[in-house]
């Protein structure tokens, strides 16, 4: 455990040290994101742009990672045990892409069709049976959804299909 904690330590401080837009705390052993982060960042979290959280063991992702990271473009959340978001992921004015892939969705995250600058969504792995395709059609700057494996019904993969302006993988 102080191994985990002395790791997440140094990525951090490296973040603020070298001034990177990045902070990659992947494989961190997390089961949250830690408080003590928000603290750290607080200088530089306006010039944080790419936050990977992947392959830890986060069941949640608390509503102040997104108000405090707020110009953040790229979230890569894969490999957790995620099985929801909080509302407040729809407030995101700049983010282009999010990987939500390996996780424990059985619901598609709806609050990501409020996201007019989103560009990029990996759904892969997950328990999702259904898509709400006519709210991803009103996504002007949809390009790519990931949603395969996924035990989507034999309806949606087919409007999924049909689907014309983004790639569409199921």
Do not use: Y
């Amino acid at each position: 455990m102080a191994e985990a904690v002395a790791n997440v330590a140094r990525r951090v401080n490296a973040t603020v040290e070298d001034g990177s837009d990045t902070l990659d705390l992947s494989n961190c052993k997390l089961i949250s994101f830690p408080d003590g982060v928000f603290k750290v960042l607080r200088s530089v979290s306006d010039n944080i742009r790419v936050i990977t959280l992947a392959d830890n063991e986060m069941k949640s992702i608390s509503s102040k990672l997104f108000s405090t990271f707020t110009q953040l473009r790229e979230l890569d959340l894969r490999g957790n045990v995620l099985t929801k978001l909080p509302a407040s992921v729809g407030e995101m004015e700049h983010l282009t892409s999010i990987n939500l892939a390996n996780n424990s969705f059985s619901i598609f995250p709806d609050k990501l069709t409020e996201i007019a600058t989103l560009e990029r969504i990996n759904l892969q792995g997950n328990g999702i049976t259904e898509i709400p395709v006519e709210k991803l059609t009103d996504m002007r700057a949809l390009k790519w959804l990931n949603v395969k494996s996924n035990p989507l019904d034999l309806n949606t993969q087919s409007a999924l299909q049909s689907l014309h302006g983004f790639e569409t993988e199921c």
